[in-house]
């Protein structure tokens, strides 16, 4: 069934306000954190084989997100190239190496995914 005008616009505003919240580092929320949250919380150190773990997990999500992305439309592509631009940094703002790689590897993982369309 297609999706009427409205739908689409409504579709448009909760992108726009869920890409808003992406203000630093992909989402990471306020910089200034609530009266309640401004403890700092001591996270465990991580051992060797933590890491590898979570090495592992990660190369496996990635994959997973390759063949998903294989299989999008054109217009969730773009959708997903969108995002990625809207997390680089703006004009004007200061580069966080870390923003920069991550939306330079969204976009990677777009380009590896139509190898398999």
Do not use: K
Not at 50 to 60: G, Q, S, W
Not at 81 to 94: D, F, K, L
Not at 95 to 106: E, F, K, N, R, V
């Amino acid at each position: 069934m297609p999706r009427q005008n409205s739908d689409l616009s409504s579709d448009a505003i909760q992108r726009q306000q869920a890409l808003s919240r992406w203000e630093n580092e992909g989402g990471a929320g306020p910089a200034v954190a609530p009266e309640a949250d401004r403890e700092q919380i001591q996270a465990p150190e991580m051992s060797n084989a933590d890491l590898v773990m979570l090495r592992v997990r990660i190369i496996a999500l990635e994959n997973l997100l390759i063949s998903l992305l294989a299989t999008a439309s054109e217009q969730q592509l773009e959708l997903a190239r969108e995002m990625a631009g809207y997390i680089s940094p703006r004009p004007g703002s200061t580069h966080h190496p870390l923003t920069t790689h991550a939306a330079a590897h969204m976009i990677d993982l777009i380009e590896r995914s139509s190898r398999f369309r």
